[in-house]
């Protein structure tokens, strides 16, 4: 991608402005409501109660393979290996982008097409291959409209969900030359034409993983358009980046995550295209690349496979079912993160992959609604994930943190006296006088004011309960 992300560290001001921005939310809540219309449709098409036992198997099967995660890398690895392909391993984004950009320069390439992939947006993969002079090009229809406006996804799966049929037209009118009002089928004809001439020129193809499978060295790759078949088939290299995370015991696993993985993304029954791969299909003159590369990737992975609540996080396919029913990533969109991974899961992933230091505001990015843990098909508790990251984010020393610490301390100081509670309550009333506007406290010092700046608050009562009983519940009506 061309664009970069917001800083994750202003996410407060990063949502303010896309709250201000109505063709947005528009545009998200359009999108996220078709998607959960048809994923509600897909389920009920495949009954309830046979849903909730796959989502089970799903998360059995994801847990015991990161379990054993060590044994299946090492397993995969060999019998890749033994089938043809070449299997590198990279720790982080560095070594990830150094090993891709090796391989482009061994085979000679210049012109590179990149079908979708999650992962390498992670690493920034097309940025770290242009400045080594690489003509990288994203061949997704979603992906390709954000590298054509500079921007960077905002949805897993739907990676342009931010933008409306008027601005894509807008923005093809300026690079293709297109009609500034051609409708939906004409927009993808141009970017159909404009990409083949891309996949017949391109030197290395390359692509993500969704599941790969120890049991016999293959990788699969799910997509409904066919730009990443053609980005695996037509260039003689092709390199497969996958987190350590995407590998599963056996190829008998697969048909329970292709029933899953459509059904709570897209609602579909199935995807278009499932192409799984086992070494290089080109090699003695048949059809496919020459050479399959496969780059296995940690980049903070293996950090969360230490404790059980943040190794669930790991379990995740990269269905985006958790975003379309998210009621913050509806109104805020996916850039407001500042992560390539936005929504709920990107809140629980992001900290863990990029740090606390700079994640720290993300997992308070959500009402805690528990939404994104019913439809998630692997049954991710992503609500106890949030709480868990929260509470690392209030035990870090920060100055902040510290203020917080006083002001509880005080308070907590207050309560357990009566006679300093009833002096801080009878100041308390007498200072709300200056703030009071009607019946409500309008504005407020420090964070009483942030409070009030989006919410009411109501003053405290005039006299105190334990001072009406006192004076004995005098009021007409009421037991004594």
């Known amino acids: 991608m061309s664009g970069t992300h917001k800083p994750m560290e202003r996410f407060d001001h990063n949502a303010r402005e896309a709250l201000a921005d109505g063709r947005l939310r528009s545009a998200l809540r359009k999108a996220t409501g078709q998607f959960g219309e048809r994923r509600r449709a897909a389920i009920e098409d495949f009954g309830a109660e046979e849903w909730q036992a796959l989502r089970e198997r799903g998360r059995a099967l994801k847990d015991e393979a990161l379990a054993s995660l060590d044994v299946l890398l090492e397993r995969f690895a060999s019998r890749a290996t033994a089938a043809g392909t070449r299997v590198h391993w990279a720790r982080d984004a560095r070594e990830a982008c150094e090993v891709v950009a090796g391989i482009a320069t061994a085979a000679g390439a210049k012109a590179v097409v990149k079908a979708k992939s999650m992962t390498t947006e992670e690493l920034r993969l097309d940025e770290h291959l242009t400045q080594r002079g690489f003509e990288s090009v994203e061949t997704d229809l979603g992906e390709w409209i954000v590298q054509l406006a500079g921007e960077v996804p905002s949805h897993i799966i739907v990676p342009a969900i931010h933008r409306s049929k008027e601005s894509i037209a807008e923005l093809f009118h300026e690079h293709l030359g297109t009609d500034p009002g051609a409708d939906v089928i004409a927009l993808t004809a141009a970017a159909r034409q404009a990409l083949r001439t891309r996949f017949l020129a391109a030197d290395l193809g390359i692509s993500g993983v969704n599941f790969a499978v120890a049991e016999t060295g293959s990788i ?108 913050v990533y509806q109104n ?27 994640g720290a505001a993300l997992p308070f990015a959500s009402t805690l609604c528990g939404a994104c843990r019913d439809v998630c098909p692997v049954a991710i508790d992503i609500p106890a994930l949030l709480l868990d990251l929260r509470a690392e984010v209030v035990a870090q020393p920060k100055p902040a943190r510290r203020l917080e610490r006083l002001a509880f301390a005080l308070w907590s100081f207050v309560v357990r006296g009566r006679r300093r509670f009833e002096f801080a309550t009878a100041f308390a009333r007498f200072a709300q006088r200056f703030l009071i506007t009607g019946d409500r406290i309008r504005s407020g010092p420090m964070a009483l004011g942030v409070w009030t700046k989006g919410r009411d608050l109501r003053p405290l009562a005039k006299d105190s309960f334990r001072a009406l009983w006192e004076r004995g519940l005098k009021d007409e009506g009421t037991p004594r």
Do not use: W
Not at 245 to 255: G, Q
Not at 340 to 354: N, R
């Open 332 to 358: 805020v969109g996916g850039h407001a993160y500042g992560s390539v991974y936005p929504g709920p899961i990107g809140a629980v992933i992001t900290p863990q992959l990029a740090g606390l230091g700079r």
């Open 220 to 327: 699969l790759i799910l997509e409904n358009e066919g730009n990443a078949r053609l980005t695996t088939t037509l260039p003689r290299v092709h390199v497969a980046v996958m987190g350590i995370e995407k590998v599963i015991a056996r190829l008998a696993d697969l048909p329970v995550f292709l029933r899953l993985l459509p059904r709570a993304g897209t609602g579909q029954r199935l995807t278009s295209y499932q192409s799984l791969l086992t070494g290089p299909g080109g090699r003695g003159g048949g059809e496919g690349p020459r050479e399959l590369h496969v780059v296995i990737l940690d980049n903070g992975r293996s950090r969360m496979l230490s404790r059980a609540v943040t190794r669930q996080a790991l379990a995740c396919i990269r269905c985006g079912a958790c975003l379309n029913v998210c009621p």
